[in-house]
């Protein structure tokens, strides 16, 4: 492997879980981080630098913006208006449930209950009433006509590869069921305020509802192996469909 350059080498030692020699005069030394985590020291195999959080260069946030910058991109290429990344208009989904958010200034919530709501600002927002119907008998793309909250993850190795699930389907299903769970924790945090009875929908779950009767897409890659998950299908069969929608437009009906 001398004759390789660094990246295929390092490439190479991930893949078949070597000790990565480009780490091997840092091994031990200390991570800075401002986020509590177990694991604050550079490991041989680079696992720790990739799921580093609270830190800025860290593994993971960069693993995430990339991520979802690069599904950003496409969607523009394929002409699906959309906000957040580095290809939507606008930029920013900061002030998507402002409406909402704003009411805790009312309430005196706690820091902990301003984390909840950092936690529920999505990742994207997607807007695929423009792409329509089938294109030359292909199935029209789910995810058409209708707009989408998606929520970009990384997927950081750890033990999850001993276990039999599949890790980034795994932790899909986790944080859109933790998503929809936190938006529920927003409406008890305002039912004093709001008066909303026990068991009624408060003013986040309607809102989440709009988009796709609340169910988020959490589209997982993994840094790792380079895994995705189904939700990260669902977005590539929608660009997809753009595309080709956007392609055949210039040919006859008849065309083959």
């Known amino acids: 492997m001398l004759c390789c350059n660094k990246e295929w080498q390092a490439a190479a030692q991930v893949r078949n ?18 986020a509590p985590a177990a694991d604050k020291s550079v490991d041989p195999f680079g696992n720790n630098i990739k799921k580093l959080v609270g830190a800025k260069g860290g593994g993971t946030t960069i693993s995430h913006g990339s991520f979802a910058n690069v599904i950003s991109r496409w969607l523009k290429r394929a002409r699906v208006p959309h906000r957040g990344g580095a290809g939507g208009t606008p930029r920013t989904y900061k002030n998507l449930f402002t409406h909402i958010t704003q009411m805790f200034n009312d ?12 936690s529920i600002i999505p990742g994207l927002l997607v807007y695929a009433r423009s792409v329509g119907a089938a294109v030359e008998g292909a199935p029209k793309a789910l995810l058409a006509g209708d707009v989408s909250v998606v929520n970009v993850k990384a997927k950081a190795p750890n033990d999850d590869y001993h276990k039999n699930k599949p890790p980034v389907g795994t932790k899909q299903g986790e944080i859109s069921v933790g998503y929809w769970r936190r938006a529920k924790r927003v409406d008890d945090l305002l039912r004093g305020l709001l008066g909303t009875p026990e068991r009624a929908d408060g003013p986040m ?11 988020e897409l959490v589209p997982v890659a993994s840094a790792f192996f380079a895994e ?3 939700d990260t299908e669902l977005i590539a069969g929608l660009i997809a469909a753009a595309l080709a929608a956007d392609y055949i437009q210039f040919y006859p009906e008849n065309a083959k």
């Open 205 to 215: 779950v309607q809102a989440l509802k709009q988009y796709r009767g609340g169910r």
């Open 17 to 34: 879980g070597a000790r990565l020699s480009c780490l091997s005069a840092y091994t031990n030394h200390t991570l800075k981080s401002s």
């Open 107 to 118: 309430t005196g919530a706690s820091e902990s209950a301003h984390k909840v709501l950092q």
């Open 228 to 230: 995705m998950s189904s």
